[in-house]
T-cell receptor
Framework: ETGVTQTPRHLVMGMTNKKSLKCEQHLGHNAMYWYKQSAKKPLELMFVYNFKEQTENNSVPSRFSPECPNSSHLFLHLHTLQPEDSALYLC?????????????????FGAGSRLTVL | AQSVTQLGSHVSVSEGALVLLRCNYSSSVPPYLFWYVQYPNQGLQLLLKYTTGATLVKGINGFEAEFKKSETSFHLTKPSAHMSDAAEYFCAVSGGTSYGKLTFGQGTILTVHP
């Protein structure tokens, strides 16, 4: 496979469930991102990992817990979510490390995981 | 801090007509500017980017954008719309210590009529 792959593509969960979203990139990139895309709102950056280290947490509630075991994989663990957390969660990766001036900072996005919280 | 404003959440054109999607940005440092497109049930795909150098940037699918520093604009154009161009388009900016962390506009949905 090539590019950025996200699973599952669709997820329905109750407010007391625990689930995880998975992202895998086959591009040899060293930075990975989680974005949230809600209806009628701009894409919101949630987390950034640079060489497996978290470099950005954009004031995300603790019910979202990211994990980056290696530079190719990124997870978003979900616990006791709220209905307003229903959204499309997009994973992305880039070649340039965040914070360095680099024209290579083009993000490649996955197709997203559509989350519905009941 | 950086921000992006996309003028018009919906734009409708006829097939063969000019496409113009407007984007204005705010940045205290020299910006990198991007246009992404999102088709239904898909992630975002890069159309084009401006980093440095030539201010007229050509991208995929016949799109181009011009960086105008004096107007803080990066409008996206295509001379002749095609039905397959119907999608949502996002303008984004990064810069300074935020290189690589994109700030997106709210998106513009492009509808193409036969």
């Amino acid at each position: 496979e090539t590019g950025v792959t996200q699973t599952p593509r669709h997820l329905v969960m109750g407010m007391t469930n625990k689930k995880s979203l998975k992202c895998e990139q086959h591009l040899g990139h060293n930075a990975m991102y989680w974005y949230k895309q809600s209806a009628k709102k701009p894409l919101e950056l949630m987390f950034v990992y640079n060489f497996k280290e978290q470099t950005e947490n954009n004031s995300v509630p603790s019910r979202f817990s990211p994990e980056c075991p290696n530079s190719s994989h990124l997870f978003l663990h979900l616990h006791t979510l709220q209905p307003e957390d229903s959204a499309l969660y997009l994973c992305a990766s880039s070649q340039g490390a965040v914070g360095r001036v680099s024209g290579a900072n083009v993000l490649t996005f996955g197709a997203g995981s559509r989350l519905t919280v009941l | 801090a950086q921000s992006v404003t996309q003028l018009g959440s919906h734009v409708s054109v006829s097939e063969g007509a000019l496409v113009l999607l407007r984007c204005n940005y705010s940045s205290s440092v020299p910006p990198y500017l991007f246009w992404y497109v999102q088709y239904p049930n898909q992630g975002l795909q890069l159309l084009l980017k401006y980093t440095t150098g030539a201010t007229l940037v050509k991208g995929i699918n016949g799109f181009e954008a011009e960086f105008k520093k004096s107007e803080t604009s990066f409008h996206l154009t295509k001379p002749s719309a095609h039905m397959s161009d119907a999608a949502e388009y996002f303008c984004a900016v990064s810069g300074g210590t935020s290189y690589g962390k994109l700030t997106f506009g709210q998106g513009t949905i492009l509808t193409v009529h036969p």
